[in-house]
């Protein structure tokens, strides 16, 4: 008998009246938060502008959203097209089912376009937002708690899962997979922190490092999981993506090193516009109070003399009578 183990909620909807609060999308909601909220501290600290993060979030996060459906629905469509099952399903996200690779992927695009028509760099707004992401992963794999999924294989540990009977589950104890997920990230967050701050990665690379961490951790995870899945050789599908993309990660990293060394002394133009142009009227006020006297901001007395003496009809000012 396990004496100890982590509870599941007996529900993941809190119905209030006719709207149900779900777990699941509270869990994305606040992951999105979190990343926006501190990939904005980064990317002020790189020397770009407060908001220019958000703008852009908002063509990337929907993109992600929907491309990590899409990989999904994809990936398991027996879950939803097989005999039986009911098509209309592949469109209620709230019951569960996001990819993070097509969520990258195609949310990658959304912030292509996003950082094109602010004119920035889309590997530094990246690399701002690496960690954020990966803050975000760690939160949303909380929604899975809620909707009692992603669960590992049995076992007895005393902080194993205690999952009830239900639609294509079995009641029992198992691995937290996503406890493993989430606390992965947070790692991978802090490591790619640690790493950007020591080494000034730049061009994409802080992003390539979440993304080659991340890509190490989710293949021992998903390697426990019992899910229905894919399987290529032996191992499960997102096991070979997982491989895949880690590779490509390291390989940008040693390239980009090479062909683009050091970080980018800046990453969005228009703010430094907006400083100089700041420096520039600052100076331009100091000019003209300099040419007005004595280059304190105050007219000198001769200045205020010459200015009230009243001019001749020749356009000359007349000179004063001196005394003997």
């Known amino acids: 008998m396990n004496l100890a183990y982590i509870p599941s909620p007996s529900t993941g909807v809190i119905e209030l ?15 999105v938060f979190v990343a926006v909220w501190f990939g904005n501290k980064r990317w002020i600290a790189r020397g770009g502008k407060a908001g220019t993060v958000a703008d852009i979030a908002v063509w990337a996060v929907p993109f992600g959203l929907v491309g990590g459906r899409l990989y999904h629905v994809i990936t398991d469509y027996q879950l939803y097209f097989s005999d039986g099952e009911n098509w209309v399903d592949a469109f209620k996200i709230w019951q569960g089912g996001l990819g993070i690779w097509g969520a990258i992927a195609l949310g990658a695009v959304g912030a292509w376009i996003g950082c094109r028509r602010r004119g920035i760099p889309l590997p530094a707004w990246a690399d701002a937002l690496a960690p954020g992401i990966a803050f975000a992963q760690a939160i949303g ?11 590992g294989r049995q076992t007895d540990v005393p902080w194993a899962l205690k999952i009830s009977e239900g639609s294509n589950r079995v009641a029992g104890t198992y691995h937290p997979t996503f406890l493993y997920e989430s606390l992965w990230c947070v790692g991978v967050a802090l490591l790619v922190i640690w790493a950007d701050r020591r080494f000034k990665l ?7 490092l979440y993304v080659a961490a991340y890509c190490a951790g989710r293949g021992w995870i998903e390697y426990m999981r019992v899910d229905e899945a894919h399987h290529v050789l032996g191992l499960r599908l997102n096991v070979w993506t997982a491989i895949v993309v880690f590779v490509l990660a390291v390989v940008y990293i040693v390239v980009s090193a090479k062909v683009r060394p050091g970080r980018e002394e800046i990453v969005e133009p228009a703010a430094v516009a907006l400083s100089k142009d700041t420096e520039d009227g600052g100076n331009g006020e100091a000019d003209d109070a300099e040419a007005d006297g004595d280059g304190s901001g105050k007219r000198t007395a001769a200045g205020d003399a010459a200015a009230e003496e009243p001019e001749d009809d020749a356009g000359v000012a007349p000179q004063t009578a001196e005394k003997s």
Request: charged fraction near 10%.
């Open 202 to 208: 730049g061009h994409g690379r802080a992003f390539a």
């Open 141 to 151: 794999r909380w929604g899975n708690w809620f909707n009692q999924e992603l669960y």
């Open 17 to 31: 009246g006719p709207i149900p609060l779900r777990g699941y999308a509270f869990c994305i909601i606040i992951g």
